[in-house]
C-alpha cells in the first residue's frame, strides 16, 4: 500500500509531500494544474517509462521518493530476495533524474536498476485509464488475467511441466533419428572399413616392433659374420681357451710362489666369468640375426599394410585398434537404432498425451471461467447504464506452448448486434471507462492489500453514471487502496481522502501544489466542480447533499 510521495523539482513541482491512506483517494483540480504530474513522477520513481523532459527548468536533478506498506508475504519480499535487497516491514523507492538525462535508482537505501523498479512496481501499483497499454488494454495480458481470475495457478504448473517433458522427449528423439541417419549415410564405408581393419588386425605398439625388428633384419646379414668371428675368438679354440691355459700354469705354479699369484689368479677367474657373460650375450644376438628371408618380407609387408591403412584414415597407426572400435560403435548403433528409436517415438508420444490432458483441462478451465467472468461483468455494466453493452471473452487456438493452446482476448460490443472488437479499439472513452472499471471489478473480488490508480477514468460521464463509477471505486478501496485522478464531482464526493492540486506562478515561475482538504474545504471544491469558477450557494447545496452520500 502507498503511504506517501515525496516529489521534488518535477516539472512544475518545486517541492511536495503527499501521505496516502487506504480507501478512495481522489485528486481533484482543474485542467492543467498538474495532475498528471503526480502520475508521471509516481511512473518514474517505479521504473516506469514515459516521458524524458522531467527535471524541473533551472534545476540540476528532479528526485522521487516513494514508501511502501509491505505486509509478510507480499510478492514484493521475492523481488527483494532475488535482487539480493534488503527487506522488511516498509519499502522505500528513491529515484534522481539528472539535467543531462541520467537516472539513478535505490530500494531501501541499496542501488538498484530500472528492471528491479518495474518488478517491484508489477507487485505494488496498477495503473489503468483510457490510455492503459500496460494493463486490461494490453491484449497480450489478457489470458494471464483471465487465469489469475480462474486460480489456475496449478494447471499451468502442470502444463509447464507437461511441456518440458514433451519438449525433452521430442529433442532426444529428434537427436537420435539425426544420428542413425548420419551414421546410415556411411554404412557402406563403415562396414567396409570395419571389415579391412578386422582382417589386418593391428595392436597398439605394433607398428613401431614391426619397425624395430625389420631394422634388424635387414642389418643383420651385414654384421652377423664379424660377430660369429667374435665369438669364435672367444671360445675355446681363442680366448676361453688361452684363459684357461693360463689359469692351469698359474694354478701349478701358486704353491711355490708363497701367494704372490693369488691376486692374479682372482682377477683371471673374474675374467672368465665375463667373458663367459660376454659369449653368452654373443650367442643371443646371433640367435636374433639369425632369420628365414621370408620373414623379412613378411614383416615389411604387415609394417606397410598397417603404415597405410593409418594414412588412409589419417589416424596414428597405435590409434588404429581404437579407431575400429568407434566404427564398430556405430555401427552396433545402427543395427540397434531402429529399436531404440521406437521406444524414443513412445516416448513423444506418452509425453504428448501427458501435455495434450494438461493443456485440454486448462483450456476446460479458461473456457469455464471465461463464461462466469463474462457474466459477472455483465452484470457490473447495468448499473453503469451499459446494460445493452456486451462483454465476451474470446478464446482461440494457438500454437501448443509451456502454458497451454489458448489464446485470450477481451472483446466487446457497445449495443446488440453490433461487430464486437478489442476493448480499446471499440469503446468510446466514456464506455471504454466503464469497461475497464467494471472488469476491475471483477477481477479484483477477494483481493486485498492493492493499490489501484484510475487516471480520469470518469471522462466522459456524468450524473448516475458517474455516482455508479465512484461507487464502484469506493467498493474497490474497501478491500484496499484506490487513487483515482478525477473531473467527476460525484466520485470526489464519494472519496475517504480528498487532495486539490493546483497551479500558481510566482515571479514568473509555474508551480503546482496539492494541499488536503477539510470538510469545507470539501465542500468548496466539489461545489466548483458541479458549478465551476462561480461557486453560488446552490452549488454549495449541492455539493453538501453529494458529500453526505
Given at each position: 500500500m502507498l503511504r506517501g510521495l515525496d516529489i521534488s523539482d518535477m516539472l512544475i513541482i518545486d517541492r511536495l509531500e503527499l501521505g496516502f491512506q487506504p480507501g478512495l483517494n481522489v485528486l481533484t483540480g482543474e485542467t492543467g494544474a498538474g495532475k498528471s504530474i503526480l502520475l508521471d513522477s509516481l511512473g518514474f520513481v517505479l521504473g516506469w517509462r514515459g516521458r524524458a523532459d522531467l527535471v524541473r527548468q533551472g534545476a540540476e536533478q528532479g528526485e522521487v521518493t516513494a514508501w511502501f506498506d509491505l505486509p509478510p508475504g507480499h510478492p514484493a519480499h521475492a523481488v527483494l530476495e532475488e535482487a539480493g535487497l534488503p527487506a522488511g516491514d516498509e519499502l522505500i523507492l528513491r529515484r534522481i533524474n539528472s539535467s543531462d538525462g541520467r537516472k539513478t535508482a535505490w530500494v531501501n537505501d541499496r542501488r538498484c536498476s530500472g528492471e528491479v523498479l518495474r518488478a517491484l512496481s508489477?507487485?505494488?501499483?496498477?495503473l489503468h485509464g483510457q490510455h492503459d497499454d500496460r494493463g486490461l488494454l494490453n491484449p497480450r495480458g489478457h489470458r494471464s488475467i483471465l487465469d489469475d481470475f480462474a486460480g489456475n495457478g496449478d494447471a499451468i504448473t502442470r502444463t509447464r511441466r507437461a511441456w518440458s517433458a514433451l519438449s525433452a522427449a521430442r529433442k532426444a528423439a529428434q537427436k537420435a533419428a539425426a544420428e542413425r541417419d548420419a551414421i546410415a549415410a556411411e554404412e557402406e564405408f563403415l562396414r567396409h572399413a570395419v571389415a579391412e581393419l578386422d582382417k589386418l588386425d593391428p595392436q597398439e605398439g605394433e607398428e613401431a616392433t614391426l619397425d624395430t625388428k625389420r631394422r634388424l633384419m635387414q642389418g643383420?646379414?651385414?654384421?652377423?659374420?664379424?660377430?660369429v668371428n667374435a665369438y669364435e675368438i672367444m671360445g675355446q679354440n681363442g680366448a676361453e681357451q688361452q684363459l684357461g691355459d693360463a689359469l692351469r700354469w698359474l694354478d701349478g705354479a701358486a704353491a711355490r710362489a708363497e701367494g704372490a699369484l693369488e691376486a692374479p689368479m682372482a682377477a683371471l677367474n673374474r675374467a672368465m666369468v665375463e667373458l663367459d657373460e660376454a659369449m653368452s650375450g654373443v650367442a643371443d644376438a646371433i640367435d636374433q640375426m639369425s632369420f628365414n628371408p621370408l620373414e623379412l618380407e613378411e614383416t615389411e609387408e604387415r609394417l606397410f599394410a598397417i603404415r597405410a591403412l593409418a594414412r588412409k584414415h589419417d589416424v596414428a597407426p597405435d590409434d588404429l585398434a581404437g579407431f575400429a572400435g568407434t566404427l564398430r560403435a556405430k555401427l552396433d548403433a545402427l543395427d540397434a537404432g531402429e529399436a531404440a528409436q521406437a521406444e524414443l517415438e513412445q516416448a513423444v508420444r506418452e509425453a504428448q498425451a501427458g501435455y495434450d490432458g494438461a493443456a485440454d483441462a486448462l483450456s476446460a478451465a479458461r473456457a469455464k471461467a471465461a463464461r462466469k467472468l463474462d457474466k459477472a461483468?455483465?452484470?457490473e455494466l447495468a448499473p453503469l447504464k451499459m446494460e445493452r453493452a456486451v462483454f465476451e471473452t474470446r478464446i482461440e487456438a494457438e500454437d501448443p506452448g509451456p502454458e497451454g493452446r489458448d489464446t485470450v482476448s477481451f472483446t466487446v460490443a457497445t449495443n446488440p448486434g453490433a461487430p464486437a472488437g478489442?476493448?480499446?479499439?471499440?469503446?468510446?472513452?466514456?464506455?471504454?471507462s466503464r469497461f475497464l472499471l467494471a472488469l476491475k471489478v471483477c477481477l479484483t473480488q477477494g483481493q486485498s492489500g492493492l493499490t489501484l490508480?484510475?487516471?480520469e477514468i470518469d471522462r466522459?460521464?456524468?450524473?448516475a453514471t458517474a455516482d455508479a463509477v465512484g461507487r464502484r471505486l469506493s467498493a474497490l478501496a474497501a478491500e484496499g487502496q484506490v487513487l483515482v485522478v478525477t473531473h467527476s464531482p460525484q466520485v470526489a464526493a464519494l472519496g475517504a481522502h480528498?487532495?486539490?492540486v493546483a497551479k500558481a506562478v510566482s515571479k514568473g515561475m509555474t508551480t503546482s501544489t496539492v494541499v488536503p482538504l477539510s470538510p469545507p474545504e470539501r465542500v468548496d471544491e466539489v461545489a466548483r466542480m458541479l458549478s465551476g469558477d462561480q461557486v453560488t450557494d446552490a452549488a454549495r447545496a449541492a455539493a453538501e447533499a453529494l458529500l453526505a452520500g
Amino acid at each position: 500500500m502507498l503511504r506517501g510521495l515525496d516529489i521534488s523539482d518535477m516539472l512544475i513541482i518545486d517541492r511536495l509531500e503527499l501521505g496516502f491512506q487506504p480507501g478512495l483517494n481522489v485528486l481533484t483540480g482543474e485542467t492543467g494544474a498538474g495532475k498528471s504530474i503526480l502520475l508521471d513522477s509516481l511512473g518514474f520513481v517505479l521504473g516506469w517509462r514515459g516521458r524524458a523532459d522531467l527535471v524541473r527548468q533551472g534545476a540540476e536533478q528532479g528526485e522521487v521518493t516513494a514508501w511502501f506498506d509491505l505486509p509478510p508475504g507480499h510478492p514484493a519480499h521475492a523481488v527483494l530476495e532475488e535482487a539480493g535487497l534488503p527487506a522488511g516491514d516498509e519499502l522505500i523507492l528513491r529515484r534522481i533524474n539528472s539535467s543531462d538525462g541520467r537516472k539513478t535508482a535505490w530500494v531501501n537505501d541499496r542501488r538498484c536498476s530500472g528492471e528491479v523498479l518495474r518488478a517491484l512496481s508489477d507487485t505494488l501499483v496498477e495503473l489503468h485509464g483510457q490510455h492503459d497499454d500496460r494493463g486490461l488494454l494490453n491484449p497480450r495480458g489478457h489470458r494471464s488475467i483471465l487465469d489469475d481470475f480462474a486460480g489456475n495457478g496449478d494447471a499451468i504448473t502442470r502444463t509447464r511441466r507437461a511441456w518440458s517433458a514433451l519438449s525433452a522427449a521430442r529433442k532426444a528423439a529428434q537427436k537420435a533419428a539425426a544420428e542413425r541417419d548420419a551414421i546410415a549415410a556411411e554404412e557402406e564405408f563403415l562396414r567396409h572399413a570395419v571389415a579391412e581393419l578386422d582382417k589386418l588386425d593391428p595392436q597398439e605398439g605394433e607398428e613401431a616392433t614391426l619397425d624395430t625388428k625389420r631394422r634388424l633384419m635387414q642389418g643383420a646379414e651385414k654384421i652377423r659374420a664379424d660377430v660369429v668371428n667374435a665369438y669364435e675368438i672367444m671360445g675355446q679354440n681363442g680366448a676361453e681357451q688361452q684363459l684357461g691355459d693360463a689359469l692351469r700354469w698359474l694354478d701349478g705354479a701358486a704353491a711355490r710362489a708363497e701367494g704372490a699369484l693369488e691376486a692374479p689368479m682372482a682377477a683371471l677367474n673374474r675374467a672368465m666369468v665375463e667373458l663367459d657373460e660376454a659369449m653368452s650375450g654373443v650367442a643371443d644376438a646371433i640367435d636374433q640375426m639369425s632369420f628365414n628371408p621370408l620373414e623379412l618380407e613378411e614383416t615389411e609387408e604387415r609394417l606397410f599394410a598397417i603404415r597405410a591403412l593409418a594414412r588412409k584414415h589419417d589416424v596414428a597407426p597405435d590409434d588404429l585398434a581404437g579407431f575400429a572400435g568407434t566404427l564398430r560403435a556405430k555401427l552396433d548403433a545402427l543395427d540397434a537404432g531402429e529399436a531404440a528409436q521406437a521406444e524414443l517415438e513412445q516416448a513423444v508420444r506418452e509425453a504428448q498425451a501427458g501435455y495434450d490432458g494438461a493443456a485440454d483441462a486448462l483450456s476446460a478451465a479458461r473456457a469455464k471461467a471465461a463464461r462466469k467472468l463474462d457474466k459477472a461483468v455483465t452484470a457490473e455494466l447495468a448499473p453503469l447504464k451499459m446494460e445493452r453493452a456486451v462483454f465476451e471473452t474470446r478464446i482461440e487456438a494457438e500454437d501448443p506452448g509451456p502454458e497451454g493452446r489458448d489464446t485470450v482476448s477481451f472483446t466487446v460490443a457497445t449495443n446488440p448486434g453490433a461487430p464486437a472488437g478489442p476493448l480499446g479499439k471499440i469503446a468510446s472513452g466514456g464506455e471504454l471507462s466503464r469497461f475497464l472499471l467494471a472488469l476491475k471489478v471483477c477481477l479484483t473480488q477477494g483481493q486485498s492489500g492493492l493499490t489501484l490508480i484510475f487516471d480520469e477514468i470518469d471522462r466522459g460521464v456524468g450524473g448516475a453514471t458517474a455516482d455508479a463509477v465512484g461507487r464502484r471505486l469506493s467498493a474497490l478501496a474497501a478491500e484496499g487502496q484506490v487513487l483515482v485522478v478525477t473531473h467527476s464531482p460525484q466520485v470526489a464526493a464519494l472519496g475517504a481522502h480528498h487532495w486539490r492540486v493546483a497551479k500558481a506562478v510566482s515571479k514568473g515561475m509555474t508551480t503546482s501544489t496539492v494541499v488536503p482538504l477539510s470538510p469545507p474545504e470539501r465542500v468548496d471544491e466539489v461545489a466548483r466542480m458541479l458549478s465551476g469558477d462561480q461557486v453560488t450557494d446552490a452549488a454549495r447545496a449541492a455539493a453538501e447533499a453529494l458529500l453526505a452520500g
